[in-house]
């Protein structure tokens, strides 16, 4: 790891991580999981942290995902090792003893959700982009996904996770991943309010909290809950294209680009998250990813979209209607070796 992919300091009562991973969006390497790890562990024991904070380097990104460029290069058993600890960083996070405060200026998906949903308190910005955007390369939305997005209002939580569409601020805190909209201009300003102790977190968020507008995505509410609510994905498919307006047309190009098999683990992921407790569904997801090998999707979602960039997947199978019913059933079986640790 580059020493400074990660800056972890103390500021007054905080403990503060700087995501500082300029030329790859702040995205998380494996290294960049550990060493949070290791200070928030310290940090839980320290009687001079109230609390941490959580915030990024730059004006574009909080964290764009994960550091996945190099996955297929790395071979089964780096990628097996760097989600086993990314995920015990996310149960670490949901379970710390002490507030957990991101302040998210700018793009958030994947492994960036997964540093920063969990925790007590998410800040957004005017600047936030919001997505669960995995299927675009084969993968299923994991990092917790499969207990925050089911928890969303209605079917939105399925349909941001099947489509990956990118939310704004608005429609972050509608969906419940901002916790309060703060402006960037008054972010330095609130940390140092939260870093001198005077004054509780609520007191000094509520001091700088914005009204954010009206949310989009509430207004398409009504057609998500209708298609995405059907029961099996074929028959959201179908609701789709029995239905000829504007919503209809743009979410079915949106699915047409998805990987088919992601889309089918994504929808049973989904469905089976919703009555599952965050443990059994991180469990849920590390035995899907644990069986991405260098035939999968996810090794051709990389090469096009992250590597390549050509933006031309080739997905195989290439039509969800050969995507056959016990392939699906295998990707949740129990993964091969020790079991998940999430302590
Ligand atoms: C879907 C994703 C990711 C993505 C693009 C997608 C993702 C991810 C990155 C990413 C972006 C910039 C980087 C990098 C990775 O892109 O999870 O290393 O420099 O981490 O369409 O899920």
Not at 145 to 153: D, G
Request: hydrophobic share 40%; proline share 5%; aromatic share 6%.
């Amino acid at each position: 790891m580059q020493q400074n992919d990660v800056v972890l300091t103390r500021k007054g009562r905080l403990g503060e991580i700087l995501l500082d991973r300029l030329k790859a969006l702040n995205a998380l390497t494996h290294g960049m999981s550990l060493a949070i790890e290791a200070a928030l562990r310290e940090w839980s024991r320290d009687s001079g942290v109230d609390a941490v904070i959580i915030r990024q380097a730059g004006e574009r990104a909080f964290c764009a995902g994960g550091d996945v460029r190099q996955f297929p290069e790395k071979g089964a058993a780096f990628m097996h090792q760097y989600w086993r600890d990314e995920y015990r960083l996310n149960a670490l996070i949901r379970h710390f003893p002490k507030p957990y405060i991101a302040f998210v200026d700018g793009i958030v998906m994947g492994g960036g959700v997964g540093v920063s949903v969990h925790g007590s308190h998410r800040i957004v910005t005017e600047h936030v982009v919001f997505a669960m955007p995995e299927t675009a390369i084969g993968l299923v939305p994991d990092v917790g996904a499969s207990y925050v997005l089911p928890r969303m209002p209605g079917e939105i939580g399925l349909f941001l996770g099947l489509t990956g569409t990118r939310l704004g601020t608005a429609d972050a805190m509608a969906v419940g991943f901002g916790t309060h909209h703060l402006r960037r201009a008054d972010l330095d300003r609130a940390e140092e309010a939260l870093a001198s102790g005077k004054d509780g977190i609520d007191a000094v968020l509520d001091r700088y909290r914005q009204v954010p507008g009206p949310a989009p995505i509430l207004a398409q509410r009504a057609e998500i809950d209708r298609h995405f609510g059907q029961p099996t994905l074929r028959d959201v498919m179908r609701s789709l294209e029995e239905d000829a307006s504007e919503f209809a047309k743009t979410t079915l190009a949106t699915l047409a680009n998805r990987s088919p098999t992601a889309l089918a683990l994504t929808f049973r992921l989904m469905r089976e998250g919703r009555r599952k407790s965050f443990e059994d569904g991180v469990r849920m997801e590390w035995n899907i990813v644990s069986r991405m090998d260098e035939h999968s999707d996810f090794a051709e979602g990389i090469r096009a979209l992250i590597v390549e960039k050509d933006n031309k997947p080739r997905w195989n199978p290439a039509r969800l209607d050969a995507v056959d019913d016990e392939t699906l059933a295998r990707y949740f079986e129990p993964a091969a070796g020790p079991p998940l640790d999430l302590n």
